[in-house]
């Protein structure tokens, strides 16, 4: 078995390094690394990144003030509580309100698992769409994965994905939401999708969220529309009624035109 180094003068020379030893079916060969470089902050660096007020504020915005430290968190080279002690070191308690519950959002989902001692990637309840689980599709279709949808807003979040490894939360839920009622996919399927890429995955976070969106785990289904992609993304996404005519239409049209039962 060839060794895989651990030391490299620059990026490329990394990814020149992998598909040598692992090959293409691993690697893309036409793929760039990630943006995002794994090393361990340092404390100034996640005080830069921690700012709760302007994460209030902010945070649903395709711009907003996350701090994008998810990666970072899942892999062990950072923990929440050292973020949380930050945010209460430079911020009064209230202001950390908002911060501090998305942070704990990941512990919730893994108590949930521990406490509820479901499968995963089985169906907690029935859709509420009006449609059976055997109405979806199992696999996720090939536009989606290439980035190739009729929306050019999808397109940009599914570009995020895949080459770098990160969305925006506001983004998966979109993307999940699409998947799932726009396009009729099983919600196991965009699962095990983003599980590929997300260089944050966490399977009970994940599954569960999607089950969230699907409504398999939630009273009915989220959905969106281009309004509301404008309103929070408009800036950086290409919004434009032409370019995403999935999308544009009011909620009540597109209840009627997704949903049996109206939803």
């Not at 983004?171 to 009729?184: C, D, E, G, T």
């Not at 599980?195 to 969230?212: E, F, G, P, Y």
Request: glycine content about 4%; charged content about 25%.
């Amino acid at each position: 078995m060839r060794r895989i180094l651990s030391s490299f003068a620059t990026r490329a020379e990394l990814t020149t390094h992998l598909l040598d030893v692992l090959g293409e079916d691993l690697i893309d060969p036409e793929g760039l690394p990630s943006p995002i470089i794994g090393s361990i902050p340092s404390e100034e660096a996640l005080a830069l990144q921690v700012r709760p007020s302007d994460y209030s504020r902010t945070r649903n915005f395709y711009d907003g003030a996350v701090t994008r430290l998810s990666p970072y968190i899942r892999h062990g080279l950072t923990k929440k509580d050292a973020i949380a002690n930050l945010a209460l070191r430079d911020y009064a308690k209230s202001t950390c309100e908002k911060f501090l519950q998305e942070l704990a959002w990941g512990e919730f989902w893994k108590v949930a698992v521990d406490q509820l001692s479901f499968d995963l990637w089985t169906d907690i309840e029935p859709y509420k769409t009006g449609f059976e689980s055997n109405d979806y599709a199992d696999e996720l279709p090939a536009d989606i994965a290439k980035a190739e949808t009729p929306n050019a807003c999808i397109n940009h979040f599914i570009n995020d994905l895949t080459d770098t490894g990160y969305v925006h939360n506001h983004a998966r839920m979109y993307l999940a939401a699409y998947v799932v009622h726009f396009r009729r996919v099983k919600w196991q399927a965009g699962a095990r999708w983003f599980m590929t890429h997300l260089l944050d995955a966490d399977i009970a976070s994940n599954n569960l969220s999607w089950q969230w969106v699907a409504s398999t785990f939630s009273h009915k289904p989220y959905i969106f529309n281009l309004d509301n992609v404008e309103k929070y993304c408009g800036r950086q996404v290409n919004c434009r009624i032409e370019a995403n005519p999935e999308l544009a239409a009011t909620y009540e049209i597109l209840s009627q035109r997704l949903f049996r039962s109206g939803s």
